[in-house]
């Protein structure tokens, strides 16, 4: 599936705004709810935005600060920030986003407060979780861009305010309830929510339990480990360390290589995966 429109990572309906504008204006309709937003970003701040805020698809600028909100876009801008130089890398800030009455229906029936850490694994590249089905009927109009017109068309309602419509609202509690049960049972961990398998060695980033956490290579398995190193170089968290270390970390990769050629293959492959 080629979506790009972004969605809400809780319903699965539209959140930029070509989906509901048209001619430079709002649709009536449903534009306005769906235009509301919350990102929530991977140091758990709700961020209150709305479709005027759109940057670039699937980036919203806020105060100068540059949220991205597509998962396989994540790690992007800082990563070439930092190789460039060029920006300031606090500026950028990544997470989920949701249509905010998406969120509040949440919060109201599932007393539940939708975390990232809750759903950081759970989703895929494109920032909708897996698998599609869990959103019902809406997955239907889900094309490159979200078919607004024949969502309209055929059932309305799934593009109806959740909090006001009960038909969506059931959609959309029949898929977080069982969920949201398991957040409750399984709270998140204390380290990064992402995979440290994501990240090179070195790698430093904000825990769940706001302290910092490194990415090490224990028995060739990536895993986080508790930071108990010198901050003062650290000029920003996440911290992504520089090409010119990852390339020495190659060289001992080659050696490990002659030990066995076959495993470093298959992890190189599974890293141009991600
Ligand atoms: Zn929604």
Known sequence: MGLWDSICVLCGGPVASQAYMRDGETLKKYGKWLGNLYIITSTEDIVKTDYSKEYLPGEYKIKDKIYTITPVHWHINQKISIEFGTENVKKYSYGVVCHQNCYKLIYKSLKHKIQFANICRLINDMGYITPKSKYGIIKKYWDQF??????????????????????????????????VKKFKKNPPRPSPCESATNFPVGAIFLGYNKKLWIVKSINRRKIWVLYKGKTK??????YYPSRKKSKSKKKSKSKKKSKSKKKSKSKKKRKSKR
């Open 146 to 179: 979200f078919n607004y017109e024949l969502a309209v068309k055929n059932n309305e309602w799934v593009l109806k305010n959740p909090l006001s419509n009960a038909k969506n609202k059931t959609r959309i509690l029949k898929m977080w309830r069982p969920l």
């Open 233 to 238: 170089h650290l000029k920003n968290i996440p």
